[in-house]
């Protein structure tokens, strides 16, 4: 038979309709995302394809000769919005043919680009799998929509088709697919697509977040979590253990309510568990970290610009001081910085279970702070000792934290800077955790160096750090390396190819990378 499409539409559609008659629901499935086990709430519906032809009715034989029943064409007026997009052109005529493929409820949806576009033929815009709501139970799409989601699909536009009385949504991958579900489901429609207004709701969102930021920084200064722990209050009493105006912080909890930081019924206010963590007296409290983002971290981003247009530090634009010039000056911001960062605990306690640590030995926490990174391995292995490196300035936090441990015997404390003293030899393990995204290339190369001449051939290094993915975008890894660029002088976050190339030129070989919480990273190198 002489067909009147291009051979290789002939040759597309054919295997098209052989795969909608004889590729079960499960298999169809796993063409577009495979593994995942959806088969009981969906049916395979149709498979698209997009051809070029002289009119839609020019193809009618040839679907015919390929085992389609064809119904009337109509307007296909998502293919012809994409395509258009795609190619600069709003002249585009779009028409669908569906048909009917072996005798059952399956067919093929023929998107016809209509008119003198054969250079436009085999394109893939309008080929997708559909397939059909088997219910028209809402919790069971969301929850079909958002295991498509989970696994890598992208939303890609939908709508409601009037004439055949169905809610349609686009999924992009690898392969498209569309999914049906029956009758008109406008919220379903909101959450795949977004309210028409999303952009700017979305950039009222972002642009917002500084009002965010220093709102939990008042609610931490006031303390008002602490005064929460033992059960709900009203406005009138935490205005007066605060010292405030009642409307005005009923006004401020409300908006913290918002955020799901506090709960309201009524008057009364009570803990989330996401408020939870800003109580004082609680295990990986975020009190002081709130207190320092909303307040010395919160000026020194005001001077962001500064930093972008002269590559000078906007803290020691706005402090004028480096930042540990600056903690070391001023001890009551010293304490605020380590107990901030002491809220770092929660995932620091997994360190040590993730090493392969000796049972006895020395182990060297340089630039190690208040401690308690040094305290979690020496409870984990109770053969080992300790010592701790770090400037003098926070040499009581860490007496403190350590004295548990045997402070002065089992532990030792010494002061010293890195880039001028000797980090302590005969470590079989040193710990670096969170220094290295403080400074340069060769700054890093300096400290780098300074602990391979105290590290014996073979000996361990721990580097903990939040490595920036090499293959797609993550907040907090790029928010962090923002912030490292405003609150410092040389810092940087890194990927782990760089940090890798930091470790090998100063004397050390990455030997493997293992996650922890909160997208840190545990990088094992050895002294070779």
Not at 26 to 35: C, K
């Given at each position: 038979m002489r067909f009147r499409l291009a051979e290789r539409d002939v040759r597309r559609i054919a295997e098209t309709v052989e795969f909608v008659r004889d590729t079960p629901t499960?298999?169809?499935?796993?063409?577009?995302?495979?593994?995942t086990d959806l088969a009981r709430h969906l049916e395979f519906a149709h498979g698209a394809l997009l051809v070029a032809a002289p009119s839609a009715d020019a193809v009618v034989a040839d679907l015919v000769a390929l085992g389609v029943v064809p119904r009337e064409s109509s307007p296909n007026?998502?293919?012809?919005?994409?395509?258009?997009?795609?190619?600069?052109?709003?002249?585009?005529?779009?028409?669908v043919v569906r048909g009917e493929v072996g005798g059952g409820t399956r067919e093929l949806e023929l998107s016809v680009l209509c008119g003198d576009v054969e250079e436009l033929s085999g394109r893939e815009g309008g080929a997708h799998l559909a397939f059909r709501a088997i219910g028209d139970d809402d919790v069971v799409l969301r929850g079909v929509c958002g295991t498509l989601l989970d696994a890598g699909l992208v939303a890609d536009g939908g709508g409601y088709d009037k004439h055949e009385d169905v809610t349609v949504l686009h999924f992009r991958g690898e392969r498209r697919m569309e999914l049906i579900a029956p009758g008109r489901r406008d919220p379903l429609l909101v959450r795949h697509l977004g309210r028409p207004d999303q952009a700017e709701r979305d950039m009222l969102h972002l642009m917002s977040g500084a009002w965010r930021t220093r709102s939990l920084a008042v609610a931490a200064e006031l303390g008002v979590a602490d005064l929460l722990a033992d059960g709900p209050r009203t406005t009138a009493e935490l205005a007066a253990g605060t010292g405030t105006v009642p409307d005005n912080l009923r006004r401020l909890l409300r908006f913290l309510a918002s955020l799901g930081v506090f709960g309201v019924r009524g008057d009364s206010w009570s803990l989330t568990p996401l408020g939870e963590v800003l109580r004082g007296d609680v295990d990986g409290s975020q009190r002081d970290l709130a207190r320092l983002y909303g307040g010395m971290f919160y000026r020194s981003f005001s001077a962001l610009e500064h930093t972008v247009r002269t590559g000078g530090s906007a803290f020691t634009h706005v402090f004028g001081a480096d930042p540990f010039d600056h903690f070391a000056a001023n001890p009551a911001d010293a304490r605020l910085f380590e107990s901030a960062m002491a809220a770092a605990t929660s995932f620091l306690r997994i360190v040590p279970g993730v090493l392969d640590l000796p049972a006895e030995g020395v182990v060297v926490d340089v630039a190690g702070g208040d401690g308690h990174l040094l305290g979690f391995v020496l409870q984990e292995r109770p053969g080992l000792r300790g010592v701790l490196f770090d400037r003098p300035h926070v040499m009581d936090s860490a007496r403190a934290v350590l004295a548990g441990h045997g402070c002065g015997e089992r532990v030792?404390?010494?002061?010293?800077?890195?880039?001028?003293?000797?980090?302590?030899?005969?470590?079989?393990?040193?710990?670096?955790?969170?220094?290295?995204?403080?400074?340069?290339?060769?700054?890093?190369?300096?400290?780098?160096?300074?602990i391979r001449s105290a590290a014996a051939p073979g000996s361990t290094l721990v580097v903990v750090e939040r490595p920036i993915p090499e293959s797609r975008l993550e907040v907090l890894p790029?928010?962090?390396?923002?912030?490292?660029?405003?609150?410092?002088?040389?810092?940087?976050?890194?990927?782990?190819g760089e940090y890798r190339d930091l470790l090998c030129a100063g004397g050390f070989e990455l030997v493997e990378s293992r996650p922890l919480p909160l997208d840190m990273a545990v990088l094992v190198a050895r002294a070779v």
């Open positions: 499960a298999e169809a499935l796993d063409a577009v995302l495979p593994g007026a998502v293919v012809r919005g994409r395509l258009a997009r795609e190619l600069g052109r709003d002249d585009l005529d779009v028409r030792g404390l010494v002061a010293g800077d890195f880039f001028v003293d000797p980090v302590p030899a005969g470590g079989a393990v040193y710990l670096l955790s969170r220094i290295l995204h403080d400074w340069d290339d060769e700054r890093c190369a300096a400290i780098l160096a300074n790029l928010a962090w390396d923002v912030h490292m660029m405003v609150n410092n002088v040389h810092g940087r976050e890194r990927t782990l």
